[in-house]
């Protein structure tokens, strides 16, 4: 059941010869998969050999092989968790009604949406990153990008078979249309607009894995939970892919610190020139980088008051984070739940029904896990002796969706006038120059067990491989 079968011309777990309509359909989707990946993919990678991990099995022991491949040779598939036999759908109105495996009338159009909008942020993280290997810190770190790169390939391969097996001609148009619309393109940008922003260098490609593939992992989670039983669980297998993607975000800030605090230590100062001049990130720019990446993304999770995110939930199609370890009556009708706003002047919190504040509940959830990695930052900090405290800004600052957009509030929850703001913003978010400065330092170190002045080595290899490994062959 778990294994899969690589023998096919599209690998897979779901018996896909037994449905020559879709396997034909998806075969001719293959190629233009292929042409996006040639044009979109990693620039100028296409004769290098990476040693990549492949899924194998869905089984969470050894589900992955490792090797060097060429990305283009990738064998992308499609790969579901195992069915649970008789499972009920555990919240909203059909609770303990039998899961569905098929898609209902009804609720065809939403499913939809959720589908395409989960499918568009996955080759639109490919297209952020495409040139960040012409940068890469090192030749670990060059492997580390290219794994995700094919890996949120395979994510688009994961909703597309839903689209096509599940959502006959207009699921085919919305799979093209996944490959048309391309990141940060004026006529056909991406849907979501932390999608069409740019990726352009590897402090910000380690805070948007940290925190942008983290707000992945939280609507995978809510998708996980959904009645609908063949988007569950291929969910559930895209979500043993996710937790790489956010460990190459959090190692990665967190070797960044290392070598900063290092060299604080040695020369005994932390004046942001001199350590600019040493080449490393002060941590100043480093909290400015979090601040604007955890603002941006916190935006992902749309308003904070949503009928949307109440139909989705009552009718099923998509829970809670953790939906099962909640000990509430899992329809939410007379719950209530906080939210901000700002009146006259001041942050308020005021109560609305729960059901309309899910993306609120997701946001809070999501909040709770990134500070983790924060706090795991700090201790780097703090082992080295150094005086400072990295922290995520209140959740109201600099807010572009829902009842706190456009307000000007402090990253420590203080509302300020346009002025203050205006006055303010170059502490708060990188300015031009902090990004100037972070990319005067990004040149290719790609020598096995060298590693670029800015960040340190990693405690460890991939796959137990020393650290000096040949991840990525050249030829
Ligand atoms: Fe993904
Ligand atoms: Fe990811």
């Not at 690589?6 to 989707?29: C, F, G, M």
């Not at 670990?140 to 006959?168: P, S, T």
Request: aromatic fraction near 10%; include cysteine.
């Amino acid at each position: 059941m778990s294994g899969i079968n690589y023998s096919e011309k599209i690998p897979n777990n779901v018996n896909l010869s037994e449905d020559r309509t879709l396997q034909r359909a998806l075969e001719q989707w293959q190629p233009n998969f292929i042409n996006w990946w040639d044009d979109m993919g990693p620039e100028g990678s296409t004769d290098m050999d990476v040693y990549l991990r492949t899924a194998v099995s869905v089984d969470p022991q050894g589900w992955a092989q490792f090797g060097h491949v060429k990305m283009r040779d990738y064998r992308w598939g499609v790969f579901l968790n195992p069915g649970e036999e008789d499972r009920k759908i555990h919240f909203g109105d059909h609770i303990g009604e039998k899961a569905w495996q098929d898609v209902p009338g009804e609720h065809r159009a939403n499913l939809r949406r959720i589908i395409v909008t989960q499918g568009d942020t996955e080759p639109a993280s490919v297209e952020q990153q495409r040139h960040l290997g012409l940068t890469a810190p090192s030749m670990y770190d060059l492997r580390n990008l290219f794994q995700i790169n094919v890996e949120e390939g395979r994510h688009l391969w994961a909703m597309v078979y839903l689209l096509h097996k599940y959502f006959g001609k207009d699921g085919r148009e919305e799979a093209d249309a996944l490959l048309q619309r391309n990141s940060g393109n004026e006529d056909n940008p991406r849907i979501l607009q932390a999608f069409n922003e740019k990726t352009p260098d590897w402090l910000s490609f380690f805070m948007f894995t940290y925190f942008t593939d983290r707000d992945g992992k939280f609507q995978l989670c809510a998708l996980a939970e959904s009645a609908f039983d063949p988007l569950a669980r291929t969910t559930k297998f895209m979500l043993t892919e996710e937790a790489h993607h956010m460990f190459v975000g959090e190692s990665g800030v967190s070797r960044t610190i290392q070598r900063t605090v290092d060299v604080m230590n040695e020369l005994k100062t932390d004046d942001v020139g001199k350590l600019r001049a040493a080449g490393v990130i002060d941590l100043p720019t480093i909290q400015r980088y979090i601040n604007f990446h955890f603002s941006v993304t916190i935006d992902l999770f749309g308003a904070d008051q949503s009928s949307n995110a109440a139909t989705f939930y009552s009718s099923g199609l998509k829970g809670r984070y953790e939906e099962g370890k909640r000990a509430d009556d899992h329809v939410l009708k007379g719950n209530s739940y906080k939210i901000l706003s700002v009146e006259e002047g001041k942050l308020v919190e005021k109560e609305v029904p729960m059901l309309n504040a899910l993306n609120e509940v997701l946001r809070d959830d999501y909040i709770t896990d990134s500070k983790g990695g924060i706090d795991r930052w700090n201790r780097v900090i703090e082992k080295a002796g150094i005086p400072f405290k990295l922290k995520a800004p209140h959740k109201a600052f600099h807010r572009n969706i829902g009842s706190l957009s456009g307000a000007k509030i402090t990253p420590d929850g203080e509302v300020v006038t346009d002025e203050q703001w205006m006055a303010k913003v170059g502490e708060w978010l990188p300015s031009n120059e902090d990004r100037a400065y972070v990319a005067s330092l990004m040149g290719r170190v790609v020598e096995p067990g060298k590693f670029a002045n800015w960040i340190a080595p990693p405690v460890m290899g991939i796959n137990r491989q020393p650290v000096n490994f040949d991840y990525v062959r050249f030829n």
